[in-house]
């Protein structure tokens, strides 16, 4: 690769808990002898897919090449955060053949797509594609794609109905921007929960997209890497919400870092999360826990009421053994007492 060829650069959006943690890690894993570096976004201060990412680090990936980027989103801090990020992994040397974004799943693809065009890096990067994740069993349970007839027959019978939420519009948006969408989770789904989750991806996207299935994240890197779409000069053909907004803001989300020591079973806390997250008022869990007795760390990961863990590496000598857990909701819906308290127990 010549100096003047621009670096491609890979989007991985989609919504909380759709996969695109693990997506990014069996590309990390099969890289082809590509040398990649990932920018990962997290939304709260608790960085837990960055530090995922780092332990599949290997030679044409390594540690250093993996930089998280926490509290917020990297589309609002672009010049503090974004470009001095680019610049740092476009300095690295060797230099990068690929760049892997992994966004906030709170966050709007389409203004991060603008910052491609700052003169500090235009010349130097290019969008290769935009990959939209989204969790078949949950677009087809209805849960982030309303039934737009419905509620437009709603809204003409009562104009004070607000037909939109915070959540699909997210959704929506980050369909609208993608040049291709993974549907992930497709054995949680079965063949009409896909079935159904393509009719809804197809009824929102603005253009006709390709739609792969996959399961735990495994698919052909030479699919998703390699596009050239160039899509940092194609902005007006992927509509948002948001046209037309000098800049937006995560306002509708909050998210809290609980600190709950040691725990003495794994399965009762999971069980804490499902009901929490069951409740509807908990969009997202994530995070460690440290067991007593053992000497490696539980992943926690939680999506609603849906909760997986797992023991992920030991825990090193100069980190405390601590359980800590980012959780987020809706802004009106963190009640951070009852949170603490229903985890607790």
């Known amino acids: 690769m010549s100096d003047l060829t621009k670096i491609p650069v890979t989007i991985v959006t989609g919504f909380l808990g759709a996969g695109k943690t693990t997506l990014i890690s069996h590309l990390i894993r099969q890289s082809g002898g590509r040398r990649l570096a990932v920018i990962v976004n997290e939304f709260g201060t608790l960085g837990v897919d960055g530090d995922i990412l780092q332990g599949c680090a290997i030679p044409d990936c390594p540690a250093e090449n993996i930089v998280e980027l926490a509290n917020g989103c990297i589309c609002c801090t672009v010049a503090n955060d974004f470009i001095p990020t680019v610049e740092t992994l476009l300095a690295l040397d060797p230099r990068p053949d690929h760049i892997l974004i992994e966004t906030s799943g709170l966050a709007l693809p389409k203004p991060l797509l603008k910052a491609f065009d700052w003169p500090a890096i235009r010349s130097r990067i290019t969008v290769d594609g935009v990959i939209a994740l989204a969790d078949a069993e949950a677009v087809a349970a209805g849960r982030f794609a309303p039934d737009l007839a419905a509620l437009d027959a709603q809204r003409a019978a009562d104009p004070s109905i607000d037909h939109e939420t915070p959540l699909s519009e997210v959704f929506e948006d980050q369909l609208a921007c993608a040049d291709m969408v993974l549907l992930t989770k497709c054995d949680l789904a079965g063949p009409e929960g896909i079935a159904a989750a393509r009719a809804v991806i197809a009824a929102e996207t603005p253009r006709a997209l390709p739609v792969l299935e996959l399961i735990d994240g495994v698919v052909d890197p030479r699919i ?63 995070g460690y826990a440290a067991v007593a007795g053992k000497p490696m760390r539980l992943l926690v990961q939680a999506v609603g009421a849906r909760v997986r863990t797992h023991y992920d590496r030991p825990w090193r000598s100069d980190e405390p053994r601590a359980t800590r857990l980012v959780v987020i909701a809706e802004r009106d819906r963190l009640d951070p007492a009852a949170i603490r308290a229903a985890l607790q127990g």
């Open 224 to 286: 998703v890497l390699g596009i050239g779409a160039a899509a940092e000069d194609d902005i007006a053909a992927r509509p948002s919400h948001h046209d037309g907004a000098d800049e937006h803001e995560h306002d509708d989300f909050d998210s809290i870092v609980l600190d709950l020591g040691e725990i003495a079973a794994p399965d009762d806390l999971a069980a804490r999360i499902e009901t929490l997250g069951g409740g509807g008022e908990v969009l997202r869990v994530k």
